[in-house]
């Protein structure tokens, strides 16, 4: 789905997170998901005014030659609270999340559970860190997580990876549905408030 709307709406680089072919590097504004089974597209502050401009003329998708008419849609517009909290809120990823890149990769199979569960805790804080980065929200608090996490092999473009899926408790309010680590705007990494 994303691939098609990117394709058909390339004027608005929001959508694909591509300028002249190069990879714009930012927190995806626009991510595109399948929550209850529904495609979903989340959009974020200002890019609420582009998904509600491409809404009018998207009437049908075709993935890989299979054209397929919109015949439900709507857009539901919230307001979430995000950042730091006295106190801990649960949440839990109803996508895997895809937390480890090349390099702590490699840390992450040498090292024993304990430090497993650490390295993980540090990089779902700095995912945090990220998100927060790219919402304009400035990290006032120390931040602490808890995670409880069972590794899950997923095929992410034709090659085997280690994400991870399970639950978490951190200082920090999350909206639902946002994405943290790598692929959020695929719909990795979605979390939910339990």
């Not at 998708?61 to 995000?82: A, P, V």
């Not at 120390?142 to 899950?152: A, E, R």
């Amino acid at each position: 789905i994303r691939g098609f709307i990117a394709n058909k709406y390339k004027e608005y680089n929001e959508l694909h997170n591509h300028l002249n072919n190069e990879n714009i590097y930012r927190y995806p504004l626009i991510q595109y998901k399948v929550i209850d089974n529904k495609p979903t597209i989340l959009a974020i502050n200002e890019t609420i005014d582009i998904l509600k401009q491409i809404d009018k003329t998207l009437t049908y998708i075709d993935i890989s030659g299979i054209k397929k008419e919109i015949t439900d849609k709507s857009i539901e517009i919230s307001n979430y609270q995000l950042g730091c909290i006295d106190s801990f809120k649960q949440y839990q990823f109803i996508t895997p999340w895809m937390g480890l890149n090349s390099t702590n990769y490699r840390i992450y199979c040498e090292v024993n559970d304990i430090e497993k569960s650490n390295l993980l805790e540090n990089i779902l804080i700095g995912n945090i860190i990220s998100l927060s980065k790219g919402l304009n929200y400035t990290v006032t608090n120390n931040l602490h997580v808890d995670i409880t996490f069972q590794p899950k092999l997923v095929n992410y473009k034709n090659q085997k990876m280690i994400c991870f899926i399970g639950k978490f408790q951190t200082n920090f309010l999350i909206p639902d549905y946002l994405g943290l680590g790598k692929s959020v705007a695929k719909g990795y990494g979605c979390v939910y408030g339990i």
